[in-house]
């Protein structure tokens, strides 16, 4: 039997997605009380210092990113001149451990997008004889049109009149060159700045193109920073707002109509197609799952603490900290209600996330929270044995846990 199946044996019993938990009451014991006690101080251990964290966000704004981008837009195009928005954990107040790693929004100035459905696509060549000083990617490719490939789900391309001919084939705004653009104007600028200490990875981080700030005898901090487009014209599919949180918790319920009127936001995370994001309305909507006593976050941010010191002890190959995103809104329609979330029961609302997260793994199944359809899941192409691995670590955790009162956790 392989190991794969023998590990699908032991699954635990999991809840579909959309489906309730029944409120569980629990006793505030004093064994209770001490595990929670344990577990919020081994929170705060994984917590940048608001030092930490004011000094890195000041430096990276201020210093570093306003800078760069005021001599990239020095050339009255002022195609890099739009809003720079915080994104990620920054803007969810979901960081761990060291403020290193900040997640930025470029909103690009081009008015005139829009959506083509017409699923034309694209094949990229080697470039040959055209600007050989451009060096943002490996090898150097140039986008032409084919027929017959359907767009992934999840993905649009974009078409614009008034944006530059450098930047597009035909109308289509094509994302690779949008990072070849704005990684040479950026790289530039670096070269020729009084800004200093500063790096610029030769190749997009997903959507986004990735500066280093690396000065002797202080932490590194990564700048992962997205050029982006954003649109009023896809909407959440409207099954989502009949979730249990929406529909069973008067804070989710307030939360519906303002949720709606956030634009989604469209970012370069292949070569020739845009991804569907929808960071906006996650940021707005993990900002407002807690209410006054309630762990969510704790439970989430904890959660995350230790896929990151797991992640540096050993290999798990292509897992990110998005899916433990999108889980934690999941786990929290299974319990929508407040009471369950009560910061007394921190210990039995984490080991209860962990419980789940494990199936989930196990199972190599999490839909994107948003798509109503369930047609994307997160995990789609993980390695089965690496998920299994990862699901051990929530297993041996969820045990520490259970052991709490009785010397603490292991970390």
Known sequence: MSEFKEYKQNVPKIVPFGQNHEPNKH????????AQSKLHEYYKTVQP?????????????????????????????????????????AATNTKVNKADEFDFDLHLNIKDIKLDKSNIGYTLTTRTGI????????????VSTTDGRLLHHG???ITSTSAPDRLKQGDHLVPRLIHEDLFKKLKEQIEISKVKDVSIQRNPHGPAITLTYHKPGEHHIDIDLSPSLFTNDIKVDEGVWGRSFFKDNPRGVDLVDK??????????????CWLISHEKIM??????VDGPGTCRKECHKTLKADVLNWKSKEQFEGMSTNPI?????????????????????????????????????RDGKIPNYFDDKDKTNLLEGKDPEMLNRFADRLRDRRAEVKRLENGGMET
């Open 27 to 34: 006793q505030n014991s004093p064994t209770l009380v001490e």
């Open 49 to 89: 210092t608001k030092e930490d964290r004011i000094k890195s966000r000041n430096l990276i704004r201020d210093e570093i990113l306003k800078p760069l981008l005021k001599g990239v837009n020095k050339d009255k195009e002022n195609l890099y001149n739009g809003s720079l928005e915080k994104a990620g954990s």
């Open 131 to 142: 600007d050989p000083n451009v060096k943002s990617m490996k090898e150097q490719k140039i």
């Open 155 to 157: 993905y649009v391309q």
């Open 259 to 272: 949720l709606k009127k956030v634009p989604v936001l469209l970012v370069p995370k292949k070569e020739d």
């Open 283 to 288: 940021k707005k909507m993990v900002n407002s």
């Open 325 to 361: 995103k999108h889980h934690l809104l999941w786990y929290n329609d299974q319990h929508p209600d407040d009471e369950y979330w009560s910061s007394k029961n921190l210990p039995i609302c984490y080991n209860g996330m962990l419980e789940d997260l494990e199936g989930r793994m």
